[in-house]
């Protein structure tokens, strides 16, 4: 490319207004710029955000049980978390967050395993390589990078594996998510960005976050495609995941999604929003619930019953009570395991700690 | 210096290289042996590196291999990091000790504690290079001695070779290990020349070694300050103390072993690294020493270190660095008269 051709790279600009397909009131959007997913997809998705939600809920109550240290609440933010999931092949990799239990849950990885650091134990609770999904990640936006650079491990190997790495609006504006934008953009790695842009980092507010006209818009600068999407529209988010999965796998390079959406509850069970924000706010984005709109479009076309939704519903009741029964237990901690995986082998020190740990708790229990 | 003196079955040839030089033909002996081995970072490729450790690797194992990445190092461990779960050996090279800083997170918080985060499922075997130290003259931000930041952290090892052999040896080892090392490489022995059989199999990885036996103290050092140390333990001879000097190599772990047999047989340490002495490795050294061998003591243990300040200008780091005179110094503070006093000797 020339600089007059880079400099007019515009068609890697995300379009003025978010890309949808269903609007907030759940009818058809006009002339949408993207393929509509077919009827069994889109039941998919809403199956997967009905269930989401339910987990989200669930998970929120076993905080106030005490079963759980701490949750963050996805709520609201279904559509962006589910249609990115469901558009990935099995064969690829998900970097998740904190706040993207229920992606990792639709991914396949068990929702014991998937809350068992938030339960309170030191380590991720599932096994990255059984349903390809990295640990979830609590320093804002390191999960960029790791993903860039599986997703290169990936093609320096030969095979074909496209990597998504979720992240929140306050984390593009941490210096590891641009590093790891120009990495995948240089060596055109096969991975894919979504930015959840929820409205808040916390309590701080996106105004406060950046001055851009849109997250999306900072792909251009690293010569990277963008999108800006709708969010709470499930259909479109899928329909954009897996055109930015197909063009990763094509060997043509990353992607940076926009997904705007809207935090509904707090940032965690521990804050508290009303703080920084007003209740009118809320109920406007209520007003744009995901769920609500996909299941106005599928039952106005017919493809979601009462049966079908008792179906539904049914399944993520039971999902839920397994999971509120199987948090219950309480679960045995072995405090010689605090010294097992800090390096392949424990060092001498380490089995002397061990040891001293042991002796300790020998005679505390004697005592 | 003499190389690691363990018997080995086939015994390669001697050769006489730079450190530079021996890291070199450690990272190529490690490409052409392993497929998953990788080489990046800044101005490794096509340059070979600032000071051409990497020197030829791109031309001879192409750039998909060893290849130059955007500059940031945050960018080159995190990346490292997706490489290694993905069944990669990434070695990286932070281009001087005080630019690996902003990849601190990255090493802290994920590539020091992903084994532990995941339950001892995800390996990451990444080896990070970093020229550290001073006493070339560089200017700030280029003589950091950055250790006991990587030593306190749990989950990485730390080494650092003090000769050319060794650097092979342990580089070659750190790259085969499946824990993460951080490789410090002191700066100002690059260029220093050893006749040595360059070989990786006899020796281990988290060993100390006596680099020169001595009966009456021992003298611990590691990295750039060991030549040094070795220098002062042979003038410390005309004056009749016979030193024992060990040099660490592993830092993290620490061969507690080696140093405290040396130490029980000796009476007295002396710990010499050119880091600050606050919170610098020598306290750990000494707070061992004193732990495990206070009734073998016969003075405390001292260290001779840089002083507690931002390293210095080109201009003045010589005052700053732990010389021959600051070392002897310290051999001459370890109580002599009062133990030959005690032994019913002297006076
Ligand atoms: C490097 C780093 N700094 C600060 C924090 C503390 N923190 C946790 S979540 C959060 C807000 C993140 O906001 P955003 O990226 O928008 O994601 P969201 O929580 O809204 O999903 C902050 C500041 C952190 N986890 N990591």
Redesign the interface.
Same mark, same amino acid.
């Given at each position: 490319m020339t600089t007059t051709e880079r400099a007019a790279a515009s068609h890697l600009l995300p379009s003025a207004e978010p890309l949808g397909l269903i609007a907030a009131d759940g009818g058809p959007v006009p002339d949408p710029a993207l393929e509509l997913p077919d009827g069994e997809v889109l039941l998919r998705l809403y199956q997967g955000m009905v269930a989401g939600r339910r987990f989200d809920t669930q998970a929120t109550a076993l905080t106030k049980q005490g079963r759980l240290a701490v949750y963050p609440s996805a709520r609201g933010q279904e559509a962006a978390e589910i249609g990115g999931i469901l558009a990935l092949r099995p064969q690829d990799w998900l970097f998740p967050t904190y706040r993207d239990s229920m992606a990792v849950v639709a991914r396949g990885v068990d929702p014991v395993e998937v809350l068992t650091l938030l339960r309170g134990d030191? %380590?991720?609770?599932y096994? +990255?390589?059984h349903a390809n999904v990295? +640990?979830q990640c609590t +320093?804002l936006a *390191?999960n *960029?990078? %790791?993903? @860039?650079?599986?997703? %290169?491990?990936?093609r320096?190997?030969g095979e074909d594996s496209v990597?998504l790495v979720l992240l929140g609006d306050g984390a593009t504006s941490e210096?590891?998510t641009h590093?790891?934008l120009?990495?995948a953009a @240089?060596w055109q790695a096969p991975v894919v960005f979504l930015v959840q842009n929820n409205g808040y980092a916390i309590s701080v507010p996106l105004a406060k976050q950046t001055a851009a006209p849109s997250l999306a818009h900072k792909g251009i600068g690293y010569g990277m495609p963008s999108v800006l999407v709708d969010g709470n529209d499930a259909a479109a988010v899928h329909a954009v995941v897996e055109q930015a999965v197909a063009r990763a796998a094509a060997g043509e390079g990353p992607t940076l999604i926009e997904a705007v959406t809207y935090r509904v509850e707090s940032h965690t069970n521990a804050d508290d929003a009303t703080r920084y924000r007003d209740r009118a706010e809320v109920e406007q984005w209520l007003a744009r619930d995901p769920i609500a709109r996909l299941k106005q479009y599928l039952t106005d076309r017919g493809l979601l019953d009462d049966a079908r939704q008792q179906q539904i519903d049914a399944r993520a009741e039971a999902e839920a009570a397994t999971l509120r029964e199987r948090m219950n237990v309480d679960t045995e901690l072995d405090p010689a395991e605090l010294f097992?995986? @800090?390096? #392949?082998e424990p *060092?001498? #020190?380490l089995r002397q700690q061990a040891a001293e740990l042991t002796a300790e708790l020998t005679t505390g229990d004697q005592a | 210096m003499t190389a690691i003196a363990e018997p080995v079955s086939t015994a390669p040839d001697l050769d006489t290289l730079t450190m530079a030089g021996a890291l070199n033909r450690a990272l190529a002996d490690a490409l052409t042996e392993d497929e998953r081995v990788l080489v990046f970072g800044e101005d490794v490729g096509t340059l070979g590196g600032v000071f051409r450790v990497t020197d030829g690797l791109a031309a001879r194992f192409g750039e998909a291999r060893v290849f130059d990445t955007p500059l940031a190092e945050a960018g080159i461990v995190g990346t490292a990091i997706g490489m290694a779960m993905n069944g990669l050996r990434p070695v990286v090279e932070m281009q001087f000790d005080a630019f690996a800083y902003p990849a601190f997170e990255q090493i802290t918080s994920h590539l020091a504690k992903l084994r532990n985060r995941t339950h001892g499922r995800v390996e990451l075997p990444i080896v990070i290079r970093i020229p550290y130290g001073g006493g070339i003259g560089g200017v700030e931000h280029h003589c950091d001695s950055s250790e006991v930041y990587y030593t306190h952290t749990a989950g990485l090892r730390v080494v650092t070779p003090s000769s050319p052999a060794d650097a092979y040896a342990l580089l070659r080892q750190a790259i085969d290990c499946p824990d993460p090392v951080i490789f410090l490489e002191p700066k100002r022995r690059y260029w220093e020349k050893e006749t040595a059989r360059l070989d990786h199999h006899g020796s281990t990885l988290d060993r100390a070694v006596v680099r020169r036996p001595g009966t009456d103290l021992t003298l611990i050092s590691y990295g750039g300050a060991l030549g040094t140390t070795l220098e002062a333990a042979e003038a410390a001879q005309e004056e009749g103390y016979s030193a024992e000097v060990i040099d660490l190599r592993s830092l993290s772990p620490f061969d507690l072993d080696t140093v405290a047999a040396s130490v029980r047989r000796t009476g007295r340490a002396v710990v010499v690294h050119e880091a600050s002495r606050f919170c610098g490795y020598g306290a750990e050294v000494a707070a061992q020493l004193s732990e495990t061998c206070f009734h073998y003591l016969e003075a405390p243990v001292l260290r001779v270190a840089g002083f507690d300040i931002p390293y210095p200008a080109p201009n003045l780091e010589q005052h700053h660095l732990p010389g021959i005179d600051r070392i002897l110094d310290a051999i001459e503070r370890l109580q002599w008269d009062d133990s030959a006093a005690a032994a019913g000797g002297g006076a």
């Open positions: 030191w %380590h991720c609770g096994d +990255p390589y990295a +640990p +320093p *390191t *960029t990078l %790791h993903a @860039v650079g599986f997703a %290169h491990a990936a320096i190997k990597s210096g590891d590093e790891a120009n990495f @240089v097992r995986h @800090v390096y #392949a *060092t001498a #020190a | -």
